[in-house]
């Protein structure tokens, strides 16, 4: 599976180089990755599961969400 997206701040602005970091809850394998140019991330070939995603950038809170599940060749875009 895959998780991507993009980092917007609240006006819909995209932040190049944030932090993002993905963690499977169930196991603990962990991947971080930092948006592009145009704030866009891509975190490919990832183990099955349900994953908790972190965000963060300078001058912005740190955004979390959980409970993003990972299925066999599914794209989970968040």
Request: hydrophobic share 40%.
């Amino acid at each position: 599976g895959q998780i991507e997206g993009a980092v917007t701040d609240p006006t819909g602005a995209l932040i190049p180089g944030a932090k993002v970091t993905v963690e499977n809850v169930e196991t603990g394998y962990r991947r971080e990755v930092v948006t592009g140019n145009e704030g866009l991330y891509r975190i490919p070939v990832l183990p099955l599961g349900t994953y908790k995603i972190g965000v963060e950038a300078g001058g912005f809170r740190p955004y979390r969400r959980e409970g993003v599940v990972i299925a066999a060749g599914a794209i989970a875009t968040v």
